[in-house]
């Protein structure tokens, strides 16, 4: 079994500070992918470079405190590739890609964080950029080899993906063209859901994602905003899954999945 996990972070310092080691020295992932590393590369050097004997690759922004994503892995891949060629979004730290090829098999994993809307009109749009640009990459790999992306996607797909739908319907992350672009992702270019393979109805408990706002939390008033997209092969091996809410590590709750395929 391959044991996949997905975890936005809000801050690797903040995460790593409320237990997050302990956790994976416990639940033995052969990696997790990780967004909102909120840190650069000095930042890492030295105290984050290992997690729970998991050594990490990673992509940080420009930017100090913002964005950044990674992947922990148990296995030493083939190859990195940092960023997915973007001139607008690579600066931004958005994607990395683990590449694990064998003379057999091409296979990846790809930590992604999608930009927030929320903020305003000029973020929203650049989210959107940023879907088109990453849609045809998407597109080109699936023709090359298998993947699963994993990160916080910051679209909630259906309307079971979130408690109040009908109060979202103009607020970003559930906006009509964000969740066309991913039924497109989906019907057109191929990839699955890879939870909703497994858990095609669930409501309360596919929650990942809860704002820091009045007791969102504590009221289990949430988002699906955390997600695994696999090429079908690999997507056909997912067995179990879990979303871990024991320990509040950051905002969002990690998502786990276990895959009947080796590195």
Request: with cysteine.
């Amino acid at each position: 079994m391959f044991k996949l996990s997905s975890l936005n972070l809000n801050g690797i310092r903040s995460a790593t500070s409320k237990g997050l080691e302990p956790w994976l020295a416990q639940l033995q992932p052969d990696c997790i992918c990780v967004q909102e590393v909120k840190a650069q590369a000095d930042d890492v050097a030295g105290k984050f470079e290992t997690l729970a004997g998991l050594n990490g690759y990673f992509q940080f922004a420009e930017k100090k405190g913002y964005s950044g994503v990674g992947v922990y892995t148990r296995h030493a891949p083939s190859d990195v590739v940092v960023g997915y060629g973007s001139g607008e979004f690579d600066s931004e730290g958005r994607y990395v890609e683990l590449r694990f090829d064998t003379p057999a098999r091409k296979r990846s994993i790809i930590s992604a964080y999608f930009p927030s809307g929320s903020s305003g009109e000029e973020r929203q749009l650049a989210k959107y950029r940023f879907l088109a640009e990453l849609y045809p990459h998407l597109t080109a790999l699936k023709g090359q080899r298998e993947f699963v992306l994993c990160g916080d996607i910051n679209i909630a797909h259906q309307e079971i993906d979130l408690k109040n739908f009908k109060g979202n319907t103009k607020n970003s992350g559930f906006l009509p063209d964000e969740r066309a672009w991913m039924t497109q992702l989906l019907n057109e270019v191929g990839l699955v859901d890879v939870y909703r393979q497994l858990e095609p109805a669930a409501t309360d408990a596919a929650y990942t994602w809860w704002s820091n706002r009045g007791q969102a939390y504590a009221k289990n008033v949430g988002w699906r905003l955390d997600y695994h997209l696999a090429t079908p092969a690999l997507a056909a091996g997912a067995r179990a899954h879990a979303i871990y809410k024991d320990v509040k590590f950051s905002d969002h709750a990690p998502i786990t999945i276990d895959y009947d395929w080796a590195v």
